[in-house]
């Protein structure tokens, strides 16, 4: 075991693992025999798995299908089969596995490997070599910190995935740390929702299946600039190499193995209104009244976190009795105008609530694994602000608890039952000290992540039981496999154009990474900057997404930034609505194969590498282009991809037969009215598109659903003509 610092890594210091016996086969797995223990390699219908080490299976259902491992035989590599022989070890002993057309040529002193599928190099050993040592990384080795491998990358190779994070989609060059964090903005690596899966398209995925912390050296220059470093914060190391052309692939091998998300409930698919917070009810029922008259489109109305919980004494399912003394008669009312409803929760219990004594004494809160009594959690306020009211010291619920998740779950019955239909599940990153210890023996860092997957499930389930409208939540918080329970939204960006870049950036890195529906706060969180030409183009950005939110810290309707903002705003919702229709199309498609509403270019167009650096763009569905304006003037940059394309513009009459046409494979420059969209669709396609009702309890009322179609745009074939 060697030392390892991620900021100034001594990798003189770190021995590789070497293999210190003969490999034999059993039971389709190879054992290799090595100085840190057995190493099981193994080939499936994923890819190739790799595992050494020992840990407790927790049951975390990381996982929801298990790998079948197939016939395995061991044969003798020759050179010519094998680059490894030249570029990788020369001198050193070799042993290649064969599994169907897949083979896996080990390398013993030390370990290295190299995985071939169909006679293609998939993935091997970072082979950057040192003056003084074979290899710049070890291919493999047992660090204080847990297991550390590298593998190689090509010049210029770019790498995905990740989870949400809200810098470049190419994370060449950087060290992603897989670790959930309260990040209190977009603005730098740290991020609410994270996985260990990433890709390539040059032909492989990575994932470690693991609830621990994983960072990633990706071609980070202080490492190795052409190596993919990864280090697993665990006792055991369960990494897998997929196989796979394309991104598209490898999103669907990554969520055959870890789950698909269900389709949400059709009016999810509406707009959700939201504010940090209405004050009391009248606020509430103003709002949406005021909504109602102004015929504003509008699905859901949101109470957060301080509009129906006292914060001193929250959480614990229980209304604000100085506000609610009897929430049902304001639930019917908004009933009556037909909204949804959503109420903010967070899994902790304020000790100033009697429910804290009486969860501690059960056991079903978080310990302190120094007084065996529950952890009190305190909060860290100076990173709040002036904004925000100071929290509680409170207790942390123990999901691990079989008890406590069935208490959590059931206690959502009776708000469901008084007629709310959605959850937010706000935060779930707080497991953050090594002395927090679960009933399941889990504690600190190993808990972490996987916490937020827990809690993710708990809520969902809860929906699913007791919701009379369909399951559906919004978290903030996720690990691997929290796409299983849609949807997730992106946490507290600033009001301003950086807020509204970055969370366009972190929605497409987490599609990226298997999560097809997500959702930004329109118009930003942090502060009531009144900018109405912020406002008008994050609207428009979000109304080609999977789910569309309008919150903030200050009003987020559309009248309230002015008359102009307003009118444009009014556009971009009409349009909404009339999308639902391919939105239902394409939503059931991410359903099917994990690939996500919002689709980065690299992922749509795999085969065009230039359109691939325009990562401020991205594909709604298989037809939509969408341009985001993401400054203040109106001013765009877009590349259009090979082909014809014309501007999408379904709510302008006069342009159905004549859509303005565009040549691909080229560079433009724009400039956007307020009330304009920049949206392209190419040559010969064509949307199914919806009524324009102001809520879907409408489209019920018509006898139609969101997956109705009034009609297509284009209604001709501009293959044919019209275009000018």
């Given at each position: 075991?060697?030392?390892?610092?991620?900021e100034?890594?001594?990798?003189?210091?770190?021995?590789?693992?070497?293999?210190i016996d003969?490999?034999?086969?059993e039971?389709?797995?190879?054992?290799i025999?090595?100085?840190?223990?057995?190493?099981?390699?193994?080939?499936?219908?994923f890819?190739?798995?790799?595992?050494?080490g020992?840990r407790?299976d927790?049951?975390?259902?990381?996982?929801?299908?298990?790998?079948?491992?197939q016939?395995?035989?061991?044969?003798?590599?020759?050179s010519?089969?094998?680059?490894l022989?030249?570029?990788?070890?020369?001198?050193?002993?070799?042993?290649k596995?064969?599994?169907?057309?897949?083979?896996?040529?080990?390398?013993?002193?030390?370990?290295?490997i190299?995985?071939?599928?169909?006679?293609?190099?998939?993935?091997?050993?970072?082979?950057?070599?040192h003056?003084?040592r074979?290899?710049?990384?070890?291919?493999?080795?047992?660090?204080?910190?847990g297991?550390?491998?590298?593998?190689?990358?090509?010049?210029?190779?770019?790498?995905?995935?990740?989870?949400?994070?809200?810098?470049?989609?190419?994370?060449?060059g950087?060290?992603?740390?897989?670790?959930?964090?309260?990040?209190?903005?977009?603005n730098?690596?740290?991020?609410?929702?994270?996985?260990?899966?990433?890709?390539?398209?040059?032909g492989?995925?990575?994932?470690?299946?693991?609830?621990?912390?994983v960072?990633?050296?990706?071609g980070?220059?202080?490492?190795?600039?052409?190596?993919y470093?990864v280090?697993?914060?665990?006792?055991?190391l369960?990494?897998?190499?997929?196989?796979?052309?394309?991104?598209?692939q490898?999103?669907?091998?990554?969520?055959?193995?870890?789950?698909k998300?269900?389709?949400?409930?059709?009016?999810?698919?509406?707009?959700?209104?939201?504010k940090?917070?209405?004050q009391?009810?009248?606020?509430?029922?103003?709002?949406?009244?005021?909504?109602?008259?102004?015929?504003?489109?509008c699905?859901v109305?949101?109470?957060?976190?301080r509009?129906?919980?006292?914060?001193?004494?929250?959480f614990?399912?229980?209304?604000?009795?100085?506000?609610?003394?009897?929430?049902?008669?304001?639930?019917?009312?908004?009933?009556?105008?037909?909204?949804?409803?959503?109420?903010?929760?967070?899994?902790?219990?304020?000790?100033?609530?009697?429910?804290?004594?009486?969860l501690?004494?059960?056991?079903?809160?978080?310990?302190?694994?120094?007084?065996?009594q529950?952890?009190?959690y305190?909060?860290?306020?100076?990173?709040?602000?002036?904004?925000?009211?100071?929290l509680?010291?409170?207790?942390i619920?123990?999901?691990?608890?079989?008890?406590?998740?069935a208490?959590?779950?059931?206690?959502?019955?009776?708000?469901?039952?008084?007629?709310?239909?959605?959850?937010?599940?706000d935060?779930?990153?707080?497991?953050e000290?090594?002395?927090m210890?679960?009933?399941?023996?889990?504690?600190?860092?190993a808990?972490?992540?996987?916490y937020?997957?827990?809690?993710?499930?708990?809520?969902?389930?809860?929906?699913e039981?007791?919701?009379?409208?369909?399951?559906?939540?919004?978290?903030?918080?996720a690990?691997t496999?929290s796409?299983?329970?849609?949807?997730?939204?992106g946490?507290?960006?600033?009001?301003?154009?950086?807020?509204?870049?970055?969370s366009?950036?972190?929605?497409?890195?987490?599609?990226?990474?298997?999560?097809?529906?997500?959702?930004?706060?329109?118009?930003?969180?942090y502060k009531?900057?009144?900018?109405?030409?912020?406002?008008?183009?994050w609207l428009?950005?979000?109304?080609f997404?999977?789910?569309?939110?309008?919150?903030?810290?200050?009003?987020?309707?559309?009248?309230?930034?002015?008359?102009?903002?307003?009118?444009?705003?009014?556009?971009?919702?009409?349009?909404r609505?009339?999308?639902?229709?391919?939105?239902?199309?394409?939503?059931?498609?991410a359903?099917?194969?994990?690939?996500p509403?919002q689709?980065?270019?690299v992922?749509?167009?795999?085969?065009?590498?230039?359109?691939?650096?325009?990562e401020?763009?991205?594909?709604l569905?298989?037809?939509?282009?969408?341009?985001?304006?993401?400054?203040?003037?109106g001013?765009?940059?877009?590349?259009l991809?090979?082909?014809?394309?014309?501007?999408?513009?379904?709510?302008?009459?006069?342009?159905i037969?004549?859509?303005?046409?565009?040549?691909g494979?080229?560079?433009?420059?724009?400039?956007?009215?307020?009330?304009?969209?920049?949206?392209?669709?190419?040559?010969?396609?064509?949307v199914?598109?919806?009524?324009a009702v102001?809520?879907t309890e409408q489209?019920k009322?018509?006898?139609?659903?969101v997956?109705?179609?009034?009609?297509?745009?284009?209604?001709?074939?501009?293959?044919?003509?019209?275009?000018s």
């Open positions: 075991m060697s030392g390892f610092s991620v100034s890594p001594s990798w003189d210091t770190i021995d590789a693992v070497e293999v003969q490999i034999r086969i039971k389709d797995h190879a054992l025999p090595t100085d840190q223990g057995v190493l099981r390699v193994s080939v499936n219908q890819g190739v798995r790799l595992q050494i020992d407790i927790f049951d975390y259902q990381l996982l929801v299908n298990k790998p079948n491992a016939a395995l035989t061991i044969a003798q590599p020759d010519a089969s094998s680059s022989s030249a570029a990788l070890s020369t001198t050193a002993m070799q042993t596995l064969v599994s169907g057309a897949t083979q896996v040529v080990i390398s013993h002193q030390p370990f290295a190299q995985i071939k599928h169909n006679d293609k190099v998939i993935q091997q050993s970072a082979s950057d070599g003056f003084v074979r290899y710049r990384l070890p291919p493999l080795a047992r660090v204080d910190k297991w550390f491998m590298a593998w190689e990358l090509a010049s210029s190779e770019p790498v995905y995935g990740l989870g949400e994070k809200w810098g470049k989609l190419d994370k060449r950087q060290l992603i740390r897989s670790f959930n964090h309260d990040a209190l903005g977009v730098a690596e740290i991020s609410y929702k994270n996985a260990p899966f990433a890709w390539s398209p040059n492989w995925g990575l994932f470690v299946h693991t609830p621990s912390p960072t990633h050296g990706v980070y220059a202080p490492w190795s600039q052409r190596s470093g280090l697993v914060e665990d006792s055991a369960d990494l897998f190499i997929f196989t796979g052309h394309n991104g598209e490898q999103i669907q091998t990554y969520t055959e193995l870890t789950g998300a269900p389709m949400p409930p059709e009016w999810s698919l509406g707009v959700i209104l939201s940090a917070y209405y009391d009810a009248d606020e509430l029922l103003a709002t949406a009244r005021a909504v109602r008259q102004q015929q504003m489109p699905d109305i949101t109470l957060d976190g509009a129906w919980q006292d914060t001193e004494t929250r614990a399912f229980e209304w604000d009795k100085t506000r609610y003394p009897d929430p049902k008669p304001i639930i019917d009312q908004l009933k009556a105008m037909q909204f949804k409803i959503c109420i903010w929760e967070y899994p902790l219990i304020s000790v100033e609530n009697p429910l804290y004594q009486q501690a004494d059960k056991g079903w809160l978080i310990k302190d694994k120094r007084t065996g529950a952890y009190q305190e909060w860290d306020m100076s990173a709040f602000g002036e904004v925000l009211t100071p509680p010291k409170s207790g619920l123990d999901f691990t608890h079989p008890e406590a998740y208490f959590w779950r059931d206690s959502h019955q009776s708000l469901f039952a008084l007629g709310i239909d959605m959850i937010k599940a935060f779930g990153e707080q497991i000290d090594d002395n210890l679960a009933s399941n023996g889990e504690s600190g860092m808990l972490h992540n996987v937020s997957l827990l809690y993710n499930r708990c809520v969902y389930e809860a929906a039981e007791f919701s009379q409208n369909g399951a559906f939540l919004f978290s903030r918080s690990w496999g796409q299983r329970y849609p949807a997730q939204w946490g507290d960006p600033q009001a301003d154009w950086g807020g509204l870049a970055a366009l950036r972190g929605g497409q890195s987490w599609g990226l990474t298997g999560a097809p529906f997500y959702a930004t706060d329109v118009g930003g969180f009531d900057t009144r900018d109405a030409e912020l406002y008008v183009r428009q950005s979000a109304v997404s999977a789910h569309m939110r309008l919150h903030g810290i200050g009003q987020r309707e559309p009248w309230s930034y002015g008359a102009l903002a307003e009118q444009a705003a009014n556009r971009a919702l009409k349009l609505y009339q999308l639902l229709p391919y939105l239902h199309q394409t939503m059931m498609q359903s099917e194969t994990g690939l509403v689709r980065a270019m992922l749509a167009f795999p085969n065009e590498r230039q359109a691939w650096a325009f401020d763009q991205f594909m569905g298989d037809k939509l282009l969408v341009i985001p304006c993401l400054q203040a003037g001013d765009i940059e877009f590349y991809p090979f082909g014809d394309w014309c501007r999408f513009e379904p709510d302008l009459d006069a342009d037969t004549q859509p303005k046409h565009y040549q494979s080229k560079l433009y420059r724009e400039r956007l009215a307020l009330a304009d969209y920049a949206v392209f669709i190419r040559k010969g396609d064509t199914p598109l919806g009524a102001e809520h489209l009322a018509l006898g139609m659903s997956a109705s179609v009034t009609r297509y745009w284009p209604d001709v074939d501009i293959a044919q003509g019209g275009a």
